[in-house]
């Protein structure tokens, strides 16, 4: 039997097919991480996506290093660190290009408008960082669940308007830090109302009448949510779509906006 010492590096074989390959690597790979809010330091568990591009020459690429990188540290999401996280995967792959994307949710505090009774509301994020030319592009995506009422519905019934939870995504790519609180907020400021988790009585008569009086169509919240990104010095390049979970009907609404600031 062969020791470590003398085992064949096949990964390292040369490839005589001379074809490049853009991406390879690991995929939804847990890894406990630590989230930092604009207030406190959020425990939570990511899923990553590590890749490197692989010259045409080159067999493979070293798949277990991408786990020991993982490993070495606690990973705590902030923009520093993962710039650093990325590079570092560059780096140990022998790579001029690599990608991580780490998946996972926040849970923010929220008070209700009324009874100011506080609860947790759960939202998705994602944070994609790309090496390029010896620099890193972060793009963060968080989805935000609020509610949207049809002005239409509205505008022609005697009584009543129907209503629905909808799902603002932001995709931003980032020019300097921000917070993923930033981006929530501008999402919920455009939608008909937010939602919460905790509602009594008197907050469901408040959200239902707030609801009622800022009606919005799905491309209303798409491109107020667009003017209030094109007006953030800290986002570059975005797109917003909103999907509207109907309640009168079989499918759903959708509209999206990208620029390119």
Not at 75 to 91: D, H, M, P, R
Not at 148 to 168: F, V
Request: proline share 3%; with cysteine.
């Amino acid at each position: 039997m062969s020791s470590r010492s003398t085992l064949k590096d096949v990964q390292s074989a040369h490839d005589d097919r001379q074809l490049s390959i853009n991406r390879v690597g690991v995929r939804r790979v847990k890894h406990p991480i630590y989230i930092q809010l604009s207030h406190i330091k959020q425990p939570s568990l990511g899923e990553f996506s590590l890749y490197v591009d692989l010259a045409a020459n080159q067999k493979g690429t070293h798949m277990s290093r991408f786990l020991q990188i993982l490993h070495a540290n606690p990973i705590e999401i902030s923009a520093v660190n993962f710039k650093n996280l990325v590079k570092k995967v560059g780096q140990e792959l022998g790579s001029t290009e690599a990608e991580v994307t780490a998946d996972f949710s926040v849970f923010l505090e929220k008070e209700a408008p009324i009874s100011k009774e506080k609860g947790l509301v759960d939202y998705v994020v994602s944070l994609k960082g790309e090496l390029r030319q010896n620099e890193v592009t972060l793009t963060l995506s968080v989805q935000v669940p609020v509610t949207s009422l049809c002005p239409c519905s509205k505008d022609i019934s005697a009584y009543g308007a129907h209503n629905q939870r909808s799902h603002i995504i932001i995709n931003a790519v980032l020019l300097d830090d921000i917070w993923i609180e930033d981006l929530v907020r501008i999402a919920e400021k455009q939608a008909s109302c937010e939602v919460y988790a905790i509602l009594k009585r008197p907050d469901e008569k408040y959200v239902t009448e707030y609801a009622y009086d800022h009606p919005k169509f799905v491309e209303d919240m798409v491109r107020d949510v667009a003017t209030s990104l094109l007006q953030e010095q800290r986002v570059g390049a975005f797109s917003v779509t909103s999907e509207n979970f109907e309640s009168i009907h079989n499918h759903s609404a959708f509209a999206m906006i990208a620029r390119d600031k």
